[in-house]
Structures are given as structure tokens and as C-alpha cells.
């Protein structure tokens, strides 16, 4: 499945393309394999907020809050700060960061306690 990770997270920068929910179904049966690339498109893409934040999405509805959130919470804590905005001036990625990491302390996983 590794091989294949990043060209799956490709296409969840868009929920209306056709292969969407079929890599999305594909990548949760692996979240261990997928967050380090994950991590990877969070610091390589900041210029697109939307990809950013359907893979945030993903992250919170398909990978367990644990030791995987974890592994990203310092690209977590950069989103939670950032002055990204999507194309309708909504500031939602921040937003969604922030809940992560709420979530990633109550589970008592997070540094920033």
C-alpha cells in the first residue's frame, strides 16, 4: 500500500472528483502508513488550504486519536496559528487544526498541556 499513498491522498483535494471515496476508504484501512505522508502534504502544500483541510478531515474521521495525531502535531499547532483563508474568506483550516489538537489533548496525547 505504501507505494501507492501519495498519489491517493492526491485525490482528496476534491470530495466532487470520482475517485474520491474510493481512496478515502483505501487510505483509512492503513492510517498507519498514511500520516507520515500526510505530514508531508501539510508542510509541502500550505498554498492550498482546501486540500489541506479535506485531509484534516480525513484525519480526524478515519485515523485514531493517539499516537498517529501525534506524529503531526506540530504541523497541526503551525495550521492552528495560521491566517490561512479558503476561496469564500472563511477561515475553516485554523479552525479545524485547533479542534484536532483539542481533541489530541484530551485524549492526554499532546505536549502542549
Known sequence: MEPYVDELLG??????????????KQLARFPEVTIDPIKEVILKNRSDPEWLLYILDFVEGHVPVGTLWKRIEPELIQLANGEVEDEEGVVELPKSAQRMLRLLKEAGETDAS
Open 11 to 24: 485525490w482528496l483535494a476534491d470530495p466532487n472528483w470520482p475517485p474520491y471515496l474510493g481512496c478515502q
